[in-house]
């Protein structure tokens, strides 16, 4: 059989620990005998950080507003343990970080969904999509701890000098706290179309949420951009596409979602994206089955798994122990990019094949076979634990069969 062939080529970000073990793995049996891959290749391994100076995630980065498409596996972001593991030079900044800020993207992070593997919410039987909002408020914010008889104040200078103030309490009998929280409309108009376009993207409904009534000035604004930009530039095209952009209040959303089937994409602030998107994770089970993707206002896709290193395995990979690692949200950071590059490409066969390996992949886990964290969770009468290595294997042998 002809290798099926590649116009343009994918930034491929290698990684850290069990996902760098799985990366190559993925490779040699998933695509290579099928696609005469076509990768610009930086090696974001910590080792490969230190030695750049960690120049080398900028590279990549740059590379990948260049080419439009990446493909990242999951990386260290060290610490102080890290600092004496791997002798590093500095503390280098997160990966992720330092694309996110070039980039200038939201990230989108979906579960995988399959049967026998239940979402601890019953009604969730499609996937909910969490856009999280990554820049200031809470995150960025400036604080203070008070003492009894103060007075405390915003006070705003503008370029020519001018103050404006704004009592904000005056403490009196208890010490106290305050904080100071900013935002930038230019990163939430960026953070708007990022989320209009991968909601026409994927053609799915987006639903976004504040707290406008009680925030009248500062959630307001995060309303009115959303609004003004979706009247101006989006609402045409998403009544082509049949999809909705729905504006709530933050808790009306909550309640919403817990009694939604799913099968939508949800924006949120900063601090509700945080919060939430663990609380969606956890209910639709594995970490493994976490997919996310990052997505530049300007149309520059970044996909990858939503988990860390699984540090854990790792070290019984190196003992030679065997480890049943799940692949799954690795598997599709590569169909995902792979689709993407075919859409962008002209290129159908790409985007196809990697539908089938998706299917491959979920067929796998609804025959019965899979890997240890699904295993406890999963449903199926028969149901098999295999190795890490066995389970792409047995994917492949499905896959096989349908190209
Ligand atoms: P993690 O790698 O996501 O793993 C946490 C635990 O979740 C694992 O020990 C494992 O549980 C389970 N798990 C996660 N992914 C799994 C998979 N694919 N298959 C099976 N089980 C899975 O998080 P971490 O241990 O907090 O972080 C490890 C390293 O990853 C850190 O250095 C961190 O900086 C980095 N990290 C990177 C990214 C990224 O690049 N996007 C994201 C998060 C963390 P059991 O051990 O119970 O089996
Ligand atoms: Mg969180």
Redesign the pocket.
């Known amino acids: 059989m002809a290798k099926i062939q590649m116009k343009t080529p994918l930034v491929e970000m290698d990684?850290d620990?069990m996902t760098r073990v799985i990366w190559k793995m993925i490779k040699d049996k998933l695509l290579l005998p099928y696609i005469d891959l076509k990768t610009e290749y930086y090696d974001l391994g910590l080792v490969k950080r230190n030695e750049t100076n960690d120049q080398i995630t900028i590279d990549s980065a740059n590379a990948t507003k260049k080419y439009g498409v990446a493909v990242k596996c999951?990386?260290?972001?060290p610490n102080a343990q890290?600092m004496t593991e791997y002798n590093l030079k500095e503390m280098w900044k997160s990966?992720?970080g330092t694309i996110r800020a070039i980039l200038d993207g939201t990230v989108f992070r979906a579960p995988i969904i399959v049967k026998g593997i239940n979402s601890l919410i019953p009604t969730w039987t499609k996937p909910i999509t969490i856009a999280r909002h990554a820049y200031g408020d809470v995150y960025k914010n400036s604080e203070m701890k008070v003492k009894d008889g103060s007075k405390a104040e915003l006070v705003v200078t503008d370029k020519d000098g001018n103050e404006t103030r704004q009592l904000i309490h005056e403490f009196k009998g208890s010490d106290g706290i305050i904080q100071g929280l900013h935002n930038i409309n230019e990163s939430i108009a960026s953070f708007a179309r990022s989320c209009f376009n991968f909601a026409l993207d994927t053609k799915q409904t987006i639903w976004f949420a504040t707290k406008d009534t009680i925030s009248k000035q500062y959630d307001h604004t995060f309303k009115d951009i959303f609004a003004e930009i979706f009247e101006t530039e989006y609402k045409t095209k998403f009544a082509e596409a049949g999809i909705e952009y729905f504006y709530t209040l933050i808790d009306d959303a909550v309640a919403r979602v817990i009694r939604s089937e799913g099968g939508y994409i949800w924006a949120c602030k900063n601090y509700d994206g945080d919060v939430m998107s663990d609380m969606v994770a956890t209910a639709f089970g594995?970490?493994?089955m976490m997919t996310s993707v990052l997505v530049s206002p300007s149309g520059v896709y970044e996909y990858?798994?939503?988990?860390?290193?699984?540090?854990?395995?790792y070290y019984k990979h190196l003992k030679g122990e065997e480890t049943s690692?799940?692949?799954v949200?690795t598997i599709f950071a590569w169909t995902g990019a792979l689709k993407k590059r075919g859409e962008l490409d002209g290129t159908p066969e790409l985007t196809e094949f990697a539908k089938k390996l998706e299917a491959a992949t979920i067929k796998t886990i609804e025959d019965g076979v899979m890997?240890?964290?699904l295993y406890v969770l999963s449903t199926l009468p028969g149901k098999r634990k295999v190795n890490t290595e066995q389970f792409l294997d047995e994917i492949n042998e499905r896959l096989k069969a349908t190209v």
């Open positions: 990684g620990e999951a990386t260290i972001t890290r990966p992720n594995s970490l493994g990858e798994a939503a988990h860390g290193t699984v540090t854990r395995h690692t799940n692949s949200a890997t240890g964290d």
